[in-house]
């Protein structure tokens, strides 16, 4: 309400033309702090109990206009479903995966590792060269098969080659290919092809009698140091019942 | 109105202006206040009061209105409450808190009024206490005055230029 508005309200007061409601507007307009003498004195006039009752209609207005602020309502957009949804599965699907490779890795392994023993070179060579190599089946334990040349059975065996090369660069490099089937696949150079699979594992026959031949030889062996160690046990024992009779 | 007949409608009096400030406060210590304090302000009104008409009960909510407000008042100038609690409770740029200075001059104004009123002539006097306390309207003061509501505003108006100039004069001494 303007100053000239209130100014007319007051003249139609005094005029006894007001309504109850105007009134009401009038005292509120008068009651301000910074209103001039005369309204003082017509605020006088109206009383404190117009004035108040103005207030208080007013103040119960406000509250019941005025909405409360509430905390927001968190809506969740839908693609926020879809999105968190899409992310539980993903991360199922990779440990899943995770954990069938992992058990894979468990399952005994054929590593080839160079040892002190050879194998005589085929006679299947192209070169004629005398190749050797030291091979040694074993069974991989599963901690070491992660972390040295043990390979998945399911990863192709060239990924495998690279992993040993780089681990033992100087010994691979040096060990010529001993069969036919492994200068067919690679022309590159020399090629150390670790026995992983025994699929892949493509010797020839004459290769093949050599082994048998070495694991009869060397089987003989253990059982000749066997019975010589229980030769050395029985000759202990002995001397020790001479020992104690004495 | 006598002692008895006030005693007779006390009882709902005190309830109507219980469950307005019920309303206001939302508590029902505050409003206990309240009613307490608008029976006391309703005894003040007694006399004026006229159990034929039902006018006492529109006193009654302007008089709990007014304790309501009133009791806003006492609390913030005594700082018994905190300020957020009640500084929302009055529209913006309305004079719920005053000064002791504030207080001072509108005791002095209601003095002056009462002495204006005094010079007022007795029906003059009767139909601007009649609009301005128990806030009848032109109709209904003609009604039970059985004056013409042209004649009624008449009154009403010298009445209030009376008084108005008055306190004018007074101001400027």
Known sequence: ?246 | MTQEEFENIAPSLRGLMFSIACDFFGNQDDAEDVAQDGLLELWKFREQMDVRNSSHRGLAVRIAKHCCINLVRKRRSNMEVLSQDYATLAPLGTDTASSPHEEMELAEMKKAIDLALLHLNPSERRLFQMRQIEGLGIDEIAALTNITPASVKSMVSTARRKIFEELKQKRRL
């Open chain 1, 1 to 246: 309400m303007t100053h000239q508005e209130t100014n007319q309200l007051i003249e139609r007061y005094l005029e006894g033309n007001t309504t109850p409601e105007e009134e009401h507007r009038l005292a509120l307009e008068v009651a301000r702090d910074d209103a001039p003498k005369e309204w003082k004195i017509i605020s006088a006039m109206l009383g404190e109990l117009i004035t108040d009752e103005a207030i208080f209609d007013r103040m119960m207005a406000d509250r019941k206009t005025k909405v409360t602020p509430l905390k927001p309502i968190r809506r969740i957009k839908p693609w926020y479903y879809i999105a968190a949804a899409a992310c539980v599965i993903l991360a199922l699907s990779v440990s899943i995966l995770l954990f069938t490779r992992k058990e894979s890795d468990i399952e005994p392994k054929l590593i080839a590792r160079t040892t002190t023993e050879r194998i005589k070179p085929s006679s299947s060579k192209s070169d004629g060269q005398a190749h050797t190599k030291d091979i040694i089946l074993k069974e991989a334990e599963p901690t070491e098969a992660a972390e040295t040349q043990s390979v998945k059975t399911d990863i192709d065996v060239r990924e495998t080659e690279t992993e040993v090369k780089t681990e033992e660069p100087a010994v691979m490099q040096d060990i010529p290919q001993s069969t036919e089937t492994r200068q067919t696949e690679g022309d590159a150079g020399p090629k150390f092809f670790p026995i992983t699979n025994p699929k892949r594992l493509e010797y020839t026959p004459e290769e093949i009698e050599q082994l048998r031949q070495r694991a009869k030889e060397k089987y003989l062996e253990w059982i000749e140091l066997e019975r010589q160690i229980i030769e050395m046990e029985q000759k202990e024992m002995a001397e020790l019942t001479d020992s104690q009779d004495e």
